[in-house]
């Protein structure tokens, strides 16, 4: 084997096992993320909706955001003096399937206060949370669920498909430079 063709078999070698390393390394941990909401049809200066205080709601309430394995902890609290639910519309049916959909009623049915309910994203893509209970057609607002990252998912894309592009550039270049070495005629024999 050449001197050349080493050293192109040692780049190729170098990137791939680079970009397996990069490919394999441990996912980023999940996280734990918490909201505090507050929602109502009281109306007036207090408005309709949600909200993450209880001084104006609005409707569409605020964005909420997890990434796909994170914890999401959500606080519900009413500011009217009616029983609401707040739940993830997974399959945009503006009906809270129960089984499918994590949320909760609220207030507490026998303290009237707040309720913390927890669940873990698992599926990414931007959903609407809203509100199931009679009237309550206002109360929504959209929730964002990012993919988990690493290599092939995530915030990542663009610095993966760079990195391949400038490693692919330069083991061309590399095998360019040797392969027109290699061709360089060798010097005309001498003259006695």
Do not use: C
Request: aromatic share 12%; no cysteine.
């Amino acid at each position: 084997m050449t001197h050349a063709l080493k050293t192109i078999v040692l780049v190729v070698s170098l990137a791939f096992v680079l970009l397996a390393a990069a490919a394999f390394a441990p996912p980023v941990a999940a996280a734990s993320v918490s909201y505090t909401l507050f929602g109502g049809r009281s109306g007036g200066a207090v408005g309709n909706g949600w909200s993450f205080n209880n001084t104006r709601l609005s409707s569409p309430g605020p964005t909420l955001t997890a990434t796909v394995g994170d914890t999401v902890t959500i606080t519900v609290n009413r500011t009217d003096n009616r029983f609401h639910s707040w739940y993830l519309d997974y399959n945009a049916t503006g009906a809270w399937e129960q089984a499918d959909e994590p949320g909760a009623d609220f207030p507490n049915a026998t303290t009237l206060q707040a309720v913390t309910f927890s669940f873990v994203a698992d599926r990414n893509g931007t959903f609407q949370y809203r509100s199931d209970g009679g009237g309550d057609g206002v109360m929504f607002g959209n929730f964002t669920i990012a993919p988990a990252g690493g290599l092939f998912g995530g915030d990542n894309t663009v610095l993966v498909i760079a990195g391949s592009v400038v490693i692919i550039v330069a083991v061309l270049a590399f095998a360019a430079f040797f392969w027109r070495r290699m061709k360089t005629p060798p010097p005309p024999p001498k003259k006695e």
